[in-house]
């Protein structure tokens, strides 16, 4: 055999394993599961990220109750008055879906996927061509069905269901990818036309945005950092990765003014931008991060929710309750305080309560609780805690509403010195607890049991375009395919726990690989884009593996390796391999270049990446930990034989 390079080296020796050990695997299998679907396959796309309960949110009518500041008719009252002391209807014949309010106007959508607008328009953030004080229609769609809204503090962006992206406003600083003082029509922001966007958030002058792939976008001003991109440019015209966000799994974005965050579908969250109160939860009140940084304090307290004001930060967990951090100068943290707090503080007030929706404002915080109490803290100078009073509280206080006996309160909103709340008829629409905590987000891209039914009938049938397009999808991105398989312990994924559903995956893969169309996209896919697309350490990382413990290499190792969580796709992927080479012969090249590939991926990755690695692997049980060895093992071999070392050097 031709000499080992060390990068090959220490990967061979490490995974060879006896040839009984082989034989056992061989005589091993597992069952899939044996339940049926009830529908066969649809010709339209298989939705595997959207939940129930978001479709459920766009089909129901909801009376929208506004209060607060209302200087240019932003609540969309009929009227400018300039304050609204309590919670007043919002034109009652729209059935409103949801709202985005920015400083001083408001975004509205409908049951019908229309944009209603109202307020100021100084720079056509209402996407019309004059301010108004009751919501009015927003055109300039096409043919688009739009399924989100939001904004800034001047400009407003909407999602269509095809995942293009609309914004009108002002774009001084970038927001709407250009340099133009007004726009008051929307416009499609073509610079983003080849992602499909699933989430989109609002800060004061910048957005990031979520594809159905899992990458995370920003762009508009960077004056904090709160692009996420690690650089000190001023601001980005151009829609831009944050590569150190490559292969985390996502479930949703957020922003304040000035600051942003991703949340983990397993809780875990990583802030940017201004930091000077310390909203961005990292223990100091450092003047801004120009990085995702993770937020430590809430590693495995199971958040599941997180919203931002100006200067402040809330979340909730999956148990119902609330931690606050940042700014709280006028009690929009609810710790019976004015002091900044640099770290989540849970607020001990609500223990007790379920918390089922959070939001902020400018310096506000709104509640709902699963008893339908709508609760609120911080400023109240504008009316906006909905008190007939101007008195700020530093504590949650009960909003006053009221709503006829056949209705309850269902949704809350805030931005800027606005409040809003929505209740729905519970009698032809009982509401649940999981209705209530959902956010009512669309995820990227993730096998689903949905997807499962689909592939469950098919047996050798041709696949639908939108079903190849789905699968190719979901095992082209990291991301996406690291948040497919999580087992019920994936709330304490860390260094001894992977947070893996090992049945779950082999489960899913004995199903889609009998079927001849899946298992030929899904090697097609790992290789020519899932494992390209693996973070890794840039040219020189011998050197930075020799150099750990120097400052300057563990800046360049925080940039591609961002969390323990990336880590997880480094298990998933032989597990797929191990099927794949069942059908070895139907893709031998392909199949023996993905191994090749995947194993110099992992074999670059940092010390401390290779450790839990290391640790994960051993405890994965003899049978998976036989056949991720094996796979490796085989194809290294057959790949030295036949490759000259010039190749591999």
């Not at 060390?6 to 020796?13: A, F, M, N, S, W």
């Not at 085989?634 to 050097?649: C, F, G, N, Q, V």
């Amino acid at each position: 055999m031709i000499p080992l390079t060390p990068i090959l080296k220490r990967l061979y020796l490490q995974f060879r394993i006896s040839d009984s050990a082989e034989d056992e695997i061989s005589q091993k299998s597992i069952t899939p599961s044996s339940k049926t679907p009830e529908n066969s396959a649809r010709e339209s796309r298989v939705d595997s990220t959207t939940p129930d309960t978001l479709n459920q949110r766009l089909t129901q009518e909801i009376s929208m109750y506004g209060w607060g500041k209302n200087d240019y008719g932003q609540l969309g009252l009929g009227s400018e008055n300039m304050l609204i002391s309590c919670p007043s209807p919002i034109d009652a014949n729209q059935s409103v879906i949801s709202i985005a309010s920015g400083l001083r106007h408001t975004v509205y959508l409908t049951s019908t996927r229309k944009v209603y607008s109202c307020g100021s328009n100084e720079f056509g953030q209402l996407g019309q061509q004059k301010s108004q004080c009751r919501p009015s229609l927003v055109t300039g769609f096409g043919a688009e069905e739009i399924f989100h809204v939001a904004a800034g503090d001047f400009f407003s962006i909407a999602i269509a269901e095809s995942g293009l992206l609309f914004g009108w406003g002002r774009s001084l600083n970038g927001e709407l990818m250009c340099k133009q003082d007004s726009l008051h029509e929307p416009k499609l922001l073509d610079k983003i036309m080849h992602w499909s966007v699933v989430q989109v958030a609002c800060g004061a002058q910048h957005c990031i945005a979520l594809t159905e792939e899992g990458t995370i976008l920003s762009w508009g001003s960077n004056t904090q950092g709160q692009l996420g991109l690690g650089s000190s440019e001023i601001e980005f015209l151009e829609p831009t990765i944050i590569a150190s966000l490559n292969a985390f799994p996502i479930s949703q974005i957020c922003a304040g003014a000035y600051h942003s965050g991703v949340l983990s579908p397993s809780g875990t969250l990583f802030t940017w931008g201004k930091n000077n109160w310390g909203q961005l939860g990292h223990g100091n009140s450092d003047s801004f991060q120009s990085s995702p940084r993770l937020v430590k304090t809430l590693r495995h307290q199971e958040v599941v929710f997180v919203a931002m004001g100006e200067e402040h930060s809330v979340c909730r967990t999956r148990n119902g309750g609330v931690f606050s951090w940042g700014h709280g100068g006028n009690g929009q943290l609810g710790h019976n305080s004015m002091a900044n707090v640099t770290q989540p503080k849970k607020i001990m007030e609500l223990m007790g309560t379920t918390v089922c929706q959070i939001c902020c404002g400018r310096r506000h915080t709104i509640s709902l609780t699963d008893k339908r109490k709508l609760l609120g803290f911080g400023l109240n100078s504008n009316n906006q805690l909905g008190t007939h009073n101007d008195t700020s509280a530093r504590l949650p206080i009960t909003i006053p509403i009221s709503l006829t006996d056949d209705r309850q309160l269902s949704c809350i909103a805030a931005g800027g010195d606005q409040s809003f709340s929505g209740s729905q008829n519970e009698s032809s629409c009982p509401l649940s607890p999981e209705y209530l905590m959902s956010a009512g987000f669309k995820q990227p891209r993730r096998y689903s049991s949905k997807l499962a039914a689909v592939y469950n009938t098919l047996e050798n049938r041709k696949l639908s375009d939108s079903a190849q397009r789905e699968l190719a999808a979901i095992f082209s991105s990291p991301a996406s395919l690291n948040a497919s398989f999580l087992g019920d312990n994936h709330w304490a994924t860390n260094s001894k726990n992977p947070g893996l559903s090992l049945s779950k995956c082999s489960s899913a893969l004995v199903q889609l690989f009998r079927h001849s169309q899946s298992r030929d996209i899904i090697i097609h896919s790992i290789k020519n884009k899932l494992i390209p697309a693996l973070p890794k350490v840039p040219p020189g990382n011998k050197k930075i593996k020799r150099l750990q413990s120097t400052r300057k290499s563990k800046k360049i190792i925080a940039k591609i390796f961002l969390d323990i969580e990336t880590l997880r796709i480094h298990l998933t992927i032989p597990i797929v391999l191990h099927f794949a080479k069942q059908y070895k012969e139907q893709f031998t090249q392909d199949f023996t270049g993905c191994v090749v590939a995947f194993a110099r991926k992992s074999n670059a990755l940092p010390e401390n990446g290779e450790k839990v690695l290391k640790f994960w692997l051993s405890s994965l049980g003899q049978l998976y930990f036989s056949r991720i060895l094996n796979v490796i093992k085989s194809d290294i071999e057959s790949y030295l034989h036949k490759t000259p070392a010039s190749d591999y050097r």
